[in-house]
């Protein structure tokens, strides 16, 4: 089984239905999926960084990404609508929790001057975004194959949750958040 789902199942319930009160298993926040979106708006004026982004999701993600298409025409931007502007991947399930095992206890760990993530990155539903500048961190790059340095958006889906609540639920799952100005 994999290992943080093992940990969510038989830990992080117990403790977050006595933490908040919650009735049943099924009212506690869980993470429904993770999404790795790379915006390479310079796809328009060089073709390699398409495929670069595409090669490096596949490689870190182990599925096939999705191609991003413009919605809107931006002038300043040279962008058309129609053009492909990122990829993405969206995991679920297995995939999921075995990428959320390698971010927090790899990846994360390997950013350089890491103070901890930010607590200003829940929105009002209690999903969690982060953005990763450059993917030399991620043990599944071949670093001398790398052609361009790329950064991606990583957001967790999370369900029935607050904001305090799938705080509550990302520190069980270890990811290492900065201190607040009253905690020790």
């Given at each position: 089984m994999v290992r943080l789902l093992d940990l969510y199942e038989n830990e992080i319930v117990g403790k977050m239905k006595e933490q908040f009160g919650y009735r049943n298993n099924y009212e506690v926040p869980k993470i429904d999926k993770i999404v790795l979106n790379m915006g390479l708006g310079k796809a328009s004026e060089n073709k390699r960084y398409l495929e670069e982004g595409?090669?490096?999701?596949?490689?870190?993600?182990?599925?096939?990404?999705?191609?991003?298409?413009?919605?809107?025409?931006?002038?300043?931007?040279?962008?058309?609508?129609?053009?492909?502007?990122?990829?993405?991947?969206?995991?679920?399930?297995?995939?999921?929790?075995?990428?959320?095992?390698?971010?927090?206890?790899?990846?994360?760990?390997?950013?350089?001057?890491?103070?901890?993530?930010?607590?200003?990155?829940?929105?009002?539903?209690?999903?969690?975004?982060?953005?990763?500048?450059e993917q030399s961190a991620f043990t599944e790059i071949n670093h001398d194959e790398i052609e361009f340095k790329l950064g991606m958006d990583i957001c967790l889906t999370i369900s029935n949750g607050s904001p305090n609540e799938s705080l509550e639920l990302l520190k069980l799952f270890g990811m290492p958040f900065k201190k607040a100005a009253g905690d020790k």
């Open positions: 595409v090669k490096l999701l596949s490689a870190i993600t182990g599925q096939h990404p999705v191609i991003t298409h413009a919605r809107k025409a931006v002038a300043g931007f040279k962008v058309r609508v129609g053009d492909k502007v990122g990829c993405k991947v969206t995991l679920r399930k297995k995939k999921m929790y075995e990428f959320l095992d390698r971010l927090v206890s790899i990846v994360i760990p390997r950013f350089k001057d890491f103070q901890g993530l930010s607590l200003k990155s829940f929105d009002k539903q209690g999903n969690y975004s982060l953005g990763v500048e």
